[in-house]
């Protein structure tokens, strides 16, 4: 067991074993994800009851809780891959921290943005300096950092290590953002969705709602395999697999 | 694990260490401000000195919504179920105000009559979402 873990792990590691891999899966889960993604934006918007409190603004909880859901563990697995990176020195890690970043910015954005335009109509304001929404933002300006230090080094290199860095710093962030609405008084309301407990919105509601988080998740695999394709072909374009590669087809 | 492996893991965990110790040094540095409010107790104990703007928050007392008939003018009493204060507001109301829902106040605070004078009212919902026919099927 532990053997077959260790040669996926290495495996992982070697360019032209994942572009290959990668290259089969990417059709599959794009599809797969983007059906999710319609179907429970339909589902959401359309079919689950109205809330009794709300009214039907409600509705954008099926794009701000999968958007803000994916940006938190995008950087989780960004800081394991700068762990990896600084301890291992697998160059894989740093095309994955490379791809992931504006991905988990994106979400993050997305996030932000639906959350302002419910927090408008329900709270009476766009923004609050609450500790959730600041935490938020922080997170969003740790993702900004990573994006902007990636092209302030002259080698690849010492751009993947300074990024790593930077990653593991803003980690401490994140269970910041997770429990500031238990810790302190917030405007933000606490998690509606509970893994250990009962959750409290109700079923109807909860069923497309955890339709749609796990088509983001889906659709950060697929754009997340393109992305790190696309790094690999441009730090690899010299090399010798890479050009038998692109001469074959 | 390698020698030189294991020097560089330190090393990762000195960075998430000395990270983790400067955001509590800076959580201990705002740590009176990093609430948004202040609940009718902590006014009660703690009555903020000034003229400076503070946020009040809690529940609409059932029953201490009070509108002018000529104006926009409401006054109410926000509680945490052991203390309450008064709060009097000229303006639109967010739509999720009511009574016995979730309020945030901000405005500036008289001592004297334990009151808050509001220029911006900010209705906070809960994390309960329920279907508008559950709802009503239930309170039938």
Known sequence: ?????????????????????????????????????????????FFSP?????????????FHVPAVSVSQ???????VAAAV??????????????????????FTFIGLLSGAIWGQPTWGTWWVWDARLTSTLVLFLFYLAIIGMQSTFASRKSADTAVSIITLVGVVNLPIVKKSVDWWNTLHQPASISISGESSISSEMLIPLLL?????????????????????????????????????? | MKQHRLKRLYGVLFIVFCSALAFVLVYFAIRDNVNLFYSPSDLFENPP?????????????????????????????????????????TGILPDL????????????????????????ILAKHDENYVPKEVKKALEK
């Not at chain 1, 563990?73 to 800081?79: A, P």
């Not at chain 1, 950060?220 to 087809?249: C, D, H, P, Y």
């Not at chain 2, 400076?52 to 919504?65: C, D, K, P, T, Y």
């Open chain 1, 1 to 45: 067991m532990f053997k077959t873990l260790k040669n996926f792990y290495h495996k992982l590691g070697s360019y032209p074993w994942f572009y290959k891999i990668s290259g089969k899966v990417i059709p599959f889960v794009g599809v797969f994800s983007i059906s999710l993604i319609i179907i429970s934006s339909i589902w959401g918007l």
């Open chain 1, 73 to 79: 563990v995008i950087y989780y697995s960004m800081s």
């Open chain 1, 50 to 62: 109205t809330d009794a409190v709300q009214g039907d603004v409600y509705r954008i909880i099926y």
């Open chain 2, 97 to 120: 105000f009511k009574e016995n829902a979730g309020v945030v106040a901000t405005g500036y605070f008289d001592k004297s009559k334990m009151s808050l004078d509001a220029y911006q």
């Open chain 1, 212 to 249: 749609s988080i796990l088509g983001a998740y889906l659709f950060v695999f697929f754009t997340g395999l393109l992305f790190m394709r696309a790094e690999i072909s441009t730090r690899e374009q010299n090399k010798e697999w890479f050009k038998k590669l692109s001469s074959n087809n």
């Open chain 1, 85 to 106: 990176f600084l301890i291992w020195r697998m160059k894989m890690a740093g095309v994955y921290i490379k791809s992931l970043a504006p991905i988990g910015a994106a």
């Open chain 2, 49 to 89: 000195q000034g003229r400076n703007a503070i946020r009040a928050g809690g529940l609409v007392e059932i029953g201490s919504v009070r509108r002018a008939t000529d104006s926009l003018e409401i006054e109410f009493i926000i509680t945490d179920l052991k203390k309450s204060i008064a709060v009097n507001y």
